[in-house]
């Protein structure tokens, strides 16, 4: 009675939490015998520090390290002015 497989499919994205230490965190991770497939660090034209892991089933969750992302008061300011 259960799932003994189950397809990763094509339609599934990944998920972005933020983190307080996306160094440390991924540090961690590997520590305990997780996969970070991207090193953390900032993104190619941007400030923001990002990295990714793999989980067990092979689902990428990027982490974004807090502060560095621009923040939604300035994105919906120029959503706002390009209208």
Do not use: W
């Not at 923001?48 to 982490?63: H, M, R």
Request: negative net charge; glycine residues 14%; hydrophobic residues 30%.
């Amino acid at each position: 009675m259960g799932t003994n497989k189950y397809d990763l499919g094509n339609a599934y994205g990944h998920i972005a939490p933020r983190v307080d230490d996306i160094y440390g965190t991924c540090e961690g991770i590997k520590a305990r015998g997780g996969k970070v497939v991207r090193e953390p660090g900032p993104m190619k034209h941007g400030s923001t520090v990002i990295a990714f892991v793999e989980d067990p089933d092979g689902y990428k969750v990027e982490l974004i390290q807090l502060g560095t992302q621009a923040s939604t008061s300035k994105q919906e300011s120029q959503l706002q002015l390009s209208q």
